[in-house]
């Protein structure tokens, strides 16, 4: 098993991702699972290839400053789980 | 019996007053109820539709009609919609409704099209059978103990059953044409950047692209048309127009070269699924095209490269479901992590979650060169192939699907063989080239089987031409799952 | 043991456009929580980014001017992590490939000029605000702020002591205002410092372990931050301890530094291509215009100043360092055809403390360029004294007209009638009998509190040379 408990539950917290003492066998089994499907990427030699992040060979195109945007707080917090004055709310930060 | 008719007939009889969009449209929501239980549908929104309708009818009467005025659609519950909840198949979003409205569903709107619902879908698009949705799997309406195909099964599964005459998808590695080949129906990925993602909640940024899944090519490229073009929202759309619909269809078949990649026709291949391959091919070749051998040599990478990059990218993506501003929040928040933690875990199904853990695997530190970097060049190589291989020919044909519609439950506890689904799919995804599925035959279960092309870059005209062709010499598009007619 | 300390600094400017890095969104100071935040600001569920060419184009103005290369081709990166200020749990940054990389700033010293290098400079997008005012316990979130375009300027360790820090700052804080690239508002955050600071034996080569200090928002806290951290280190190591790879927070109330755990754990930002970004190209034919509408740089403007007009090195440094203050300098030496210095002295003296007192920018002064250089024009041409030019600049200051009219309407004009002078002279002889003792018995200082006898009997209007000049003759015969 290449990956082990302690790597299901390092990734999870990067993710934040609750997972339970009980569901890490399974999670485990599954990421297994599927780093044996892409080990065969090892198989390949690719020296000298460019990696590829976008499939398009185009440049970034940009916007002019201009300030296309009007108030809509009102109708973003209607979807919002708890807001308070205009502000989203999150348990205490400690910083 | 207005639902066997085609986008093309649908629009001349609304223009020529036979029928109104009112008519047609409760004739849509109707079967929608009678075939509830494909479960194809997440929303319905009936009063909405209705009053687009009438609106459409009173435009058609003043004779200011659109391409696609009065036409009932639904659209994946992927794209972002004002008036419907968009909950992208997830608990993380099942009391999630949009401030604004996608781009594609903005476009079709002002095409005339009358939005009838939101349609079923893999959670997050991440399956390939529609088994992973919040809101239950989908039946394939050719064998309700079937799968429909994924992530866009429940557009699939509504069109092939007529319960609307077009849908939208969306496609990351397979997410139309697969779902298009298990219900015989036309899938269209057009090339990515054509279709503007803006409202489309991502996946994988990099491969995802929206399309139509209609019943024919000529149904295909009206959807198209009417889809895709510039968006300046989107920093990864083409400036490019889209094709009118007479330039999308009209093709001569003379000259044009087939090429047949020989990893698209090994033994893993159903040998149902070859043979209708195989007559596709040569009714195209008694047409004037003409059949050349290709390579792709690295497609075999195709599938573990794209299992590291759409996860990265969806891992990445996903992060902001985190209960904060919108979406699922737990009960159990005592703490900034506890909310993170809790709300992301209840919120999102075992497969989206196994992709996000992947995915955050192949990123993190002491990883990302073995994997990531790796996969990223292994890109490079298999969009490479794509290009040598069009120096040979103008368009690459094989099957869709290394098999039909396979067993509702069948592949769940495995998700390493659901993924091999989509294996002749992903790799052009990878390279960001438009391809279809169009329907050339049944199995012996009488299961659609599903031929796919594949095109250069920006050539969706080549695809929806040779489907076209295709299709007015035979009857495979017009053939309807025998409940359904 | 001798210790030395290393220094390198982070500094985030933050860049003046009018909208938000990758949305339409307003970017205006202060308004109420969460009016400026947009759908992409705020990290709906589909929507995109997309980049702001006026952020591009002052990162380009900024690599050019401390002689960095600006890369053709630079990349968009998430930086991955998940804290409420950051809504879609990843910054857009740049990472591998930066917009600008290399360049350098020269600093002053104890000991001469240095050289300070820089590593880099990125752009990226800033994060919201926590409020950690009581909301029943919980903390607001505010994400007005979020998209804000940053230019992140990563030195060197190159600083070898807290003045230098802030020398460097400094000189920073001048280029990019400068530039016209940012407010430099350091109150409101516009220019926002991190220090990355270690110590080492002295002649040691190898770095020390580094303490990476955050939130020192003035020149002040950022050198008090780096004492109190010196301190700190050098005294765990000589307590037989080893420093720690930490943040620290600083603390301004009470001065000292301390540790930021738990934001810590798990640092792992899984850095990689932002696929909605497409690599950012500035082409040649950019750059070039970029390079010939650039502004006159401090160094360069501190050198004219110097051999043009005749300045001390320190006051041509504080007209440099603010190009509005420099641009009024000139403007008013243009007005009074010369005079350099003494206009120097009344931009830097009055105008500077006036300026200071209602909080105003140069480019707010209700006293302009051409009502100075007037000004020193009638102290010239000896209409008014230096005295009563005072009094005419603080009523030019409270918008009572223009100079001549002021002089005018005040009738300040100097008195040239030796006639009323002599005889003011000799009322004040006769009124201060001990004093013009004193002065006969040599006491030369005396004299000046005849001439200031003289001058307040003829409310300040004669010339007090020539009444200097009359007592001493009048007295010596």
């Known amino acids: ?95 | 019996m207005l639902h066997l008719l085609s986008l093309k007939a649908l629009r001349e009889r609304l223009q020529k007053r036979e029928v109104s969009s009112v008519e047609l449209t409760k004739h849509f929501i109707d079967r929608i109820a009678r075939f509830s239980d494909l479960n194809a549908f997440i929303s319905v929104d009936e009063e909405g539709a209705l009053a687009g309708a009438e609106n459409a009818d009173k435009r058609l009467n003043k004779k200011e009609s659109g391409n696609l005025t009065g036409i009932p659609i639904a659209h994946k519950d992927i794209f972002c919609t004002k008036r419907l909840r968009t909950t992208c198949g997830s608990k993380m979003l099942s009391g999630f409704t949009a401030p604004y409205d996608a781009t594609v569903v903005e476009r079709l709107a002002n095409a005339g099209c009358v939005t009838i619902g939101k349609t079923n879908m893999d959670e997050f698009a991440m399956g390939s059978s529609n088994e992973t949705s919040f809101f239950g799997n989908v039946k394939n309406p050719w064998h309700t103990s079937r799968v429909p195909g994924g992530s866009s099964g429940g557009s699939a599964a509504s069109v092939a059953a007529r319960l609307i005459p077009a849908a939208t998808g969306t496609d990351t590695g397979g997410s139309i044409r697969q779902p298009a080949a298990f219900c015989g129906l036309t899938g269209l990925k057009p090339s990515y950047g054509r279709v503007s993602r803006y409202g489309m909640i991502a996946f994988a940024s990099s491969l995802d692209q929206g399309g139509p899944l209609t019943r024919s090519a000529e149904d295909s490229a009206i959807m198209f048309n009417a889809m895709g073009g510039f968006d300046p929202k989107d920093s990864t759309s083409i400036e490019r127009p889209v094709p009118s619909v007479n330039e999308l269809l009209d093709l001569d078949l003379r000259g044009l070269r087939l090429g047949l990649p020989t990893e698209f026709f090994d033994s893993s291949v159903d040998t149902a699924v070859l043979g209708s391959v195989r007559e596709a091919l040569q009714i195209l070749e008694k047409r004037g095209a003409q059949l050349v051998d290709v390579s792709l040599p690295n497609s075999a990478a195709g599938i573990p490269c794209y299992y590291v990059i759409a996860p990265a990218e969806a891992s990445s993506n996903l992060s902001r479901f985190d209960g904060v501003r919108f979406g699922h929040r737990s009960e159990q928040a005592d703490s900034l992590l506890d909310l993170y933690e809790c709300s992301r875990a209840e919120g999102f199904g075992e497969e989206v979650k196994r992709r996000i853990l992947i995915g955050t695997y192949v990123l993190s530190a002491g990883y990302y060169d073995a994997y990531y970097l790796k996969a990223q060049k292994i890109r490079r190589v298999i969009s490479d192939d794509f290009k040598k291989a069009f120096e040979k020919c103008d368009v690459i044909v094989g099957p869709t699907t290394p098999s039909t519609a396979f067993k509702i439950g069948e592949k769940t506890q495995d998700p390493v063989s659901m993924y091999l689904n989509d294996i002749f799919t992903n790799t052009v995804n990878l390279a960001g080239l438009p391809s279809l599925s169009l329907p050339v035959g049944l199995d012996g279960a009488g299961l659609p089987i599903g031929m796919q092309l594949i095109g250069r870059f920006m050539d969706e005209t080549s695809l929806i031409g040779t489907a076209h062709q295709f299709q007015l010499e035979t009857d495979w598009h017009e053939r309807c799952p025998e409940d359904f007619s | 043991m001798e210790w030395e300390c290393v220094i390198g600094l982070e500094v985030h400017v933050q860049l003046k456009t009018k909208s938000k890095i990758f949305s339409g969104a307003s970017t205006t100071f202060g308004a109420d929580a969460n009016t400026q935040a947009c759908g992409v600001d705020i990290g709906l569920p589909g929507v995109l980014p997309v980049m702001n060419r006026e952020a591009v184009m002052m990162a380009a103005r900024f690599g050019i001017a401390i002689g960095g290369t600006i890369n053709e081709i630079s990349v968009f990166a998430r930086k991955n992590y998940f804290y409420p200020d950051l809504p879609k749990g990843y910054q857009i940054s740049q990472f591998e490939i930066p917009v600008v990389e290399g360049g350098q700033l020269e600093i002053q010293t104890a000991n001469g000029p240095r050289t300070i290098r820089i590593t880099r400079a990125h752009l990226e997008e800033d994060a919201g605000k926590s409020l950690h005012e009581d909301f029943h316990g919980l903390t607001g979130i505010d994400l007005n702020r979020a998209g804000t375009p940053l230019l992140e300027v990563v030195s060197e360790p190159d600083l070898r002591s807290p003045e230098e820090a802030v020398a460097y700052l400094k000189k920073l804080h001048t280029l990019v205002r400068t530039l016209k690239i940012c407010d430099g508002n350091m109150q409101e955050g516009s220019f926002r410092c991190d220090a990355n600071v270690s110590v080492r034996p002295k002649g040691e080569a190898q770095l020390g372990t580094r303490a990476e200090l955050k939130n020192i928002n003035s020149f002040r806290f950022v050198e008090r931050a780096i004492y109190f951290e010196i301190d700190r280190q050098i005294g765990v190591i000589e307590d037989g301890g080893s420093v720690v790879q930490e943040t620290r927070l600083y603390d301004p109330d009470k001065d000292l530094t301390r540790s930021m755990r738990g934001k810590e754990e798990a640092h792992d930002y899984r850095y990689f291509p932002d696929p909605d970004l497409p690599p950012l190209m500035i082409t040649k034919k950019e750059l070039d215009a970029i390079r010939s509408a650039m502004p006159e740089l401090p160094d360069t403007k501190l050198t004219r100043l110097v051999s043009s007009y005749e300045l001390s090195n320190d006051d041509a440094a504080l007209l440099a360092a603010d190009s509005d203050l420099a641009k009024f300098f000139e403007d008013a030496v243009r007005t009074a055809n010369g005079e350099s210095r003494l206009i120097a002295n009344w931009i830097l003296g009055d105008l500077s403390s006036a300026l200071n007192r209602e909080s105003l920018s140069i480019s707010e002064s209700p006293v302009s360029p051409e009502m100075l250089g007037q000004l020193i024009n009638r102290i010239k041409d000896n209409t008014i004294s230096g005295k009563i030019a005072k009094q005419v600049f603080g009523d030019l200051w409270q918008g009572k007209g223009q100079v001549d009219d002021i002089i005018q309407n005040q009738g300040l004009t100097q008195i040239t009638d030796t006639d009323a002078i002599s005889k003011a002279v000799d009322d004040v002889i006769t009124a201060f009998p001990s004093q013009v003792n004193q002065v006969r018995a040599g006491e030369e200082k005396v004299i000046g509190f005849l001439v200031g006898q003289v001058m307040k009997a003829t409310s300040g209007k004669a010339n007090p040379q020539a009444v200097n000049n009359l007592i001493k003759s009048k007295l010596s015969s």
């Open chain 1, 1 to 95: 098993m290449p990956i082990s408990e302690n790597d299901v539950t390092r990734v999870a917290r990067l993710a934040r991702l609750r997972v339970t003492e009980a569901e890490i066998p399974q999670y485990q089994a599954g990421l297994d699972g599927i780093l044996d499907l892409v080990a065969q990427l090892h198989e390949s030699v690719t020296d000298d290839i460019e990696p590829m992040a976008h499939p398009q060979d185009i440049s970034l195109r940009l916007r002019e400053d201009q300030v296309t945007e009007d108030d809509e707080r009102d109708l973003f917090q209607e979807c919002a789980p708890a807001v308070e004055s205009g502000l989203y709310l999150v348990p205490r930060v400690i910083e």
